[in-house]
């Protein structure tokens, strides 16, 4: 079922890599689309709901080898259908703006390029997961593997799973962001991340007012 365009607010999601800052932008967003006068949720995946967060703590914790990709892909998906229909469609049902850490071309780029499970399979899971419910704008910070995984290991806390994957593993990610950014340049904007927080920043604040309507910083 397709949301009423009058109610629905826009979803906004961020992409990328390890250490690329994306939960820094979407917090710094968040601010300045509420100066705008906009009802804001800011949320993340995995989790941002009660039982997404349960199933956040099996993938991003523990040992590298825990689970394989199709485990994975299966997890993420259930986190994610739980997390839109709890949070996520409610949130764009009352007009509310949501903005994203992560969302299904993190599965894609994740498990599918960098795990090798079938594409095809992954998209399938996830419509089944997200139903109607896609982003209206997705940003890909882009860092290169070297520098995001040095940034992550500073880093406090334990979930640093997928960041002891390897290299390779990060490099693969990294290309199959920017393949997903070539297939959807009607979705997809990629904002390098190797700029100071705040020019990146403004420079996300530029894409909204380009796309969305919102006037820039």
């Known amino acids: 079922m397709t949301l009423p365009s009058t109610r629905r607010g826009q979803f906004i999601t961020f992409e990328g890599g390890e250490g690329t800052g994306k939960s820094t932008q979407a917090r710094l967003l968040t601010d300045f689309v509420r100066g705008q006068g906009k009802n804001v949720v800011t949320t993340r995946e995995p989790g941002g709901?009660?039982?997404?967060?349960?199933?956040?703590?099996?993938?991003?914790?523990?040992?590298?080898?825990?689970?394989?990709?199709?485990?994975?892909?299966?997890?993420?998906?259930?986190?994610?259908?739980?997390?839109?229909?709890?949070?996520?469609?409610?949130?764009?049902?009352?007009?509310?703006?949501?903005?994203?850490?992560?969302?299904?071309?993190?599965?894609?780029?994740?498990?599918?390029?960098?795990?090798?499970?079938?594409?095809?399979?992954?998209?399938?899971?996830?419509?089944?997961?997200?139903?109607?419910?896609?982003?209206?704008?997705?940003?890909?910070?882009?860092?290169?593997?070297?520098?995001?995984?040095?940034?992550?290991?500073?880093?406090?806390?334990?979930?640093?799973?997928?960041?002891?994957?390897?290299?390779?593993?990060?490099?693969?990610?990294?290309?199959?962001f920017l393949a997903i950014a070539e297939a959807a340049p009607e979705r997809c904007e990629i904002v390098s991340a190797a700029e100071p927080i705040d020019r990146i920043a403004g420079r996300v604040s530029a894409i909204l007012a380009e796309r969305l309507g919102i006037p820039a910083a």
């Not at 199933?55 to 991003?60: A, G």
């Not at 040992?63 to 259930?78: K, N, Q």
């Open 49 to 176: 709901s009660p039982g997404a967060e349960t199933i956040r703590k099996l993938l991003v914790e523990g040992e590298p080898g825990r689970w394989d990709g199709i485990t994975e892909t299966l997890l993420l998906c259930a986190a994610r259908h739980d997390h839109v229909e709890r949070l996520i469609r409610p949130a764009l049902e009352r007009g509310d703006w949501v903005i994203c850490d992560r969302f299904i071309d993190s599965t894609i780029a994740y498990q599918g390029h960098g795990a090798g499970v079938d594409i095809d399979l992954i998209n399938r899971l996830s419509a089944a997961a997200a139903g109607d419910v896609v982003p209206d704008l997705t940003i890909i910070l882009d860092l290169p593997v070297e520098a995001g995984l040095a940034r992550a290991t500073q880093r406090a806390g334990g979930e640093d799973r997928f960041e002891r994957k390897g290299i390779d593993f990060h490099r693969r990610i990294r290309d199959g």
